[in-house]
């Protein structure tokens, strides 16, 4: 990067490290890391960086695969700034780098129904960005309104027909950073709405690797699902049933593995790099369209750039 960058208020760190900070902890450094000090900082910066310079934001990643070559141009990580939670009335309104589980015990705290939230991983606004959903319900049944900062420095509020809500994913605007996410929720009593939660923590911990680096669920399930991501009982495939017929349940790579424990879930089981879990990945995507004609779909996101492109 040739360009001088222009001077926040906030952190901008050279050739930082991204492995530390996804779920997998895997991948090569982003060429510029912003950590903002607030939002007036993230808009005079985006509004000064060079336009050819690209951005990419980053939530917790959680659900991020970043490629051993690493990110060039300055990726956006939010940090404590980001992070209030209020309630009013029937809404909630938190910082785009909230974990999803602290906006769900927030919520139920005021008697407000947003469980679904509570065993998603990651922030919300990665949440938002993928559409995520659990038991049923969706970002999509629950969105009023989201604060952003787009990439030339102007802030914008967004409504669902701005975001076009579809099953695991949104169409926001291009270089779009969200900052902030209001949600409204149904009234339950506190006790029940907690209770709930620790039912669904204790299913999600029976039947999903939650004790190993994951990312998550790896594919979107080919079918069974409307475009706002409402369930569609008239179907039922799912990504890991087609994987477990492929025979790729326990498939590894490298130190990349499809989990014994739920075959959605890639793992990495200790030295993987990114190229092999994206290969593995891959490897299953074929095994499934051989077996089933169907192609799977990437739920985790894959961005960077491959070692031999360093």
Request: proline letters at 5%; charged letters at 25%.
């Amino acid at each position: 990067m040739t360009q001088p960058l222009p001077h926040p208020r906030g952190r901008l760190t050279p050739n930082r490290d991204l492995s530390g900070l996804t779920w997998l902890r895997v991948g090569g450094p982003a060429e510029w890391l912003f950590q903002p000090a607030d939002e007036d900082d993230l808009s005079d910066f985006l509004s000064a960086l060079d336009r050819d310079i690209p951005v990419f934001a980053m939530g917790v990643g959680s659900n991020l695969i970043v490629r051993d070559g690493g990110l060039p141009g300055v990726t956006i990580k939010l940090g404590r700034p980001f992070m209030d939670v209020a309630v009013d009335s029937d809404t909630v309104t938190a910082g785009a780098a909230a974990l999803d589980a602290r906006v769900a015990k927030a919520a139920a705290d005021a008697g407000i129904d947003l469980t679904f939230l509570r065993t998603i991983p990651g922030s919300l606004g990665g949440a938002l960005k993928m559409n995520a959903g659990c038991y049923g319900s969706y970002v999509a049944d629950h969105f009023v309104s989201a604060n952003a900062v787009l990439r030339d420095g102007t802030r914008i509020t967004l409504g669902a027909q701005d975001i076009k809500f579809a099953y695991r994913q949104t169409d926001l605007p291009e270089g779009a950073v969200i900052t902030s996410v209001t949600l409204r929720g149904d009234h339950a009593e506190p006790d029940t709405l907690h209770a709930r939660m620790t039912d669904q923590l204790a299913k999600r911990d029976a039947t999903q690797p939650t004790k190993e680096l994951t990312a998550g669920s790896t594919f979107r399930n080919p079918a069974g699902f409307s475009s706002t991501g409402q369930a569609d009982d008239t179907h039922e495939l799912k990504a890991w049933k087609v994987i477990d017929e492929a025979g790729m349940r326990g498939a590894t790579r490298g130190g990349a593995q499809m989990s014994q424990m739920h075959s959605n879930f890639l793992v990495n089981k200790g030295g993987a790099t990114a190229a092999d879990l994206e290969g593995l990945g891959e490897e299953v995507r074929k095994r499934v369209y051989a077996s089933h004609g169907i192609e799977l779909e990437w739920e985790i996101m894959r961005v960077g750039k491959p070692a031999q492109d360093i």
